[in-house]
């Protein structure tokens, strides 16, 4: 199963993202463990040196459907997110432009192109961490 890369993964801990749900984490080494079937890499240590690494279905069941961005003439404008998976590419548009696109040249999997555009969302304060949390 293909999940967030370790470098992702860390990204979105640092912005504070931590899902309840997810199977897969990385060691602080990067070492990928599946949370689900061994025995929990957590039991005796300090979770902050873990990260959870999600698969796309994860991210996309959080990243928004519909955004709200401020223009420089201070009018808010809505954009929907739109993905091609032909050209493995992750956006927001509306009718006039496109926002937050996220080429698949970038990230090793669909899963890391998805947490990076959902990353970019909430270190420019588009949605909030609760917003996040509140999406599942």
Do not use: H
């Amino acid at each position: 199963m293909k999940t967030t890369s370790f470098e992702i993964s860390k990204k979105l801990k640092e912005v504070g993202v931590m899902l309840d749900d997810y199977t897969y984490c990385y060691c602080a080494e990067g070492q990928l463990w599946n949370a689900g079937f061994e025995i929990s890499p957590w039991e005796n240590e300090d979770l902050n040196d873990y990260y959870a690494a999600y698969t796309l279905e994860d991210i996309l069941e959080v990243l928004p459907i519909e955004i709200s961005v401020k223009t420089k003439m201070l009018d808010i404008t809505s954009y929907w997110l739109e993905i091609d998976y032909c050209s493995k590419c992750f956006w927001y548009s509306n009718e006039y432009c496109s926002v937050y696109q996220t080429d698949f040249e970038e990230n090793k999997t669909l899963a890391d192109t998805a947490a990076r555009l959902l990353s970019k969302l909430i270190a420019d304060k588009i949605i909030t961490i609760e917003e996040v949390k509140y999406a599942k």
